[in-house]
């Protein structure tokens, strides 16, 4: 089945910097990759997702890119803010039948102010 | 407005009694649910698939007695812990397949239990 390895797992910058959380997966039939952001005792918030045939996506300060080949997907946070502190998850699945999305282990992103 | 509603957000009981948390989906018919928990400071773990009609699929290591899913209809998928103990206490959450084919998931907004 599908892993989902994550990096780091806890990740300080200054407010302005940029931040990246990097992810690799296993399973070559992947083709779906959200990345989840998480507030203390709720449910994963969908940020980005990227599908297997596109390279990069980018939303405002948020940009997501993906490698097939060798299976790694990064999310990169711009000129972050206090308030993107949370934990992060990075996730991989095939979008076609009833298969499950698997989870990184997560990234704590502290924003420094 | 939600697209899974998923309840009680919080329960408290005492060792040896049965919670039941239920994962509707509101929008649309879902054959097909996960359900998810996840520990303090740890990542969300698959703990079984649940299909409409038949028996869920477990996850290796999650005792299938336990903890029951009943997915009796195209828009509701229960999980019941059975005989609960303190080390049961988690965070359980419900995810919905947006379709057949866009990959996306639907979260409910979990359920927090504790056993004393």
């Known amino acids: 089945g599908e892993n989902v390895e994550q990096h780091p797992s806890t990740l300080s910058v200054q407010e302005g910097d940029s931040a990246v959380i990097k992810c690799t997966y296993s399973d070559s039939a992947s083709n779906y990759f959200p990345w989840y952001k998480q507030e203390l005792g709720k449910r994963p918030q969908l940020i980005i997702d990227i599908r297997s045939n596109v390279g990069e996506k980018k939303d405002q300060r948020i940009a997501v890119t993906l490698n097939k080949t060798a299976k790694h997907f990064s999310l990169h946070i711009t000129e972050t803010q206090p308030e993107d502190s949370a934990v992060y998850f990075c996730?991989?699945?095939?979008?076609?039948?009833?298969?499950?999305?698997?989870f990184g282990k997560g990234t704590r992103l502290s924003v420094i102010a | 407005g939600a697209v899974v509603s998923q309840h009680p957000s919080r329960v408290i009981c005492k060792s040896g009694t049965s919670v039941k948390i239920e994962c509707r989906s509101l929008?649309?018919?879902?054959?097909?649910m996960f359900w998810y928990r996840q520990f303090p400071k740890q990542s969300l773990m698959l703990m079984a698939t649940?299909?409409?009609?038949?028996?869920?699929?477990?996850e290796q290591g999650v005792e299938k007695d336990k903890f029951l899913i009943n997915h009796a209809s195209l828009t509701l998928s229960t999980l019941t812990v059975t005989s609960a103990h303190p080390e049961d206490s988690s965070f359980y959450i419900c995810?919905?397949?947006?379709?057949?084919?866009?990959?996306?998931?639907?979260f409910g907004e979990g359920s927090r239990l504790t056993v004393l």
């Open positions: 996730a991989a699945r095939t979008s076609s039948g009833n298969t499950p999305l698997v």
């Open positions: 649940s299909n409409e009609g038949s028996k869920a699929t477990y």
């Open positions: 929008d649309f018919q879902a054959t097909t």
């Open positions: 995810s919905v397949p947006r379709g057949p084919s866009t990959g996306e998931l639907f």
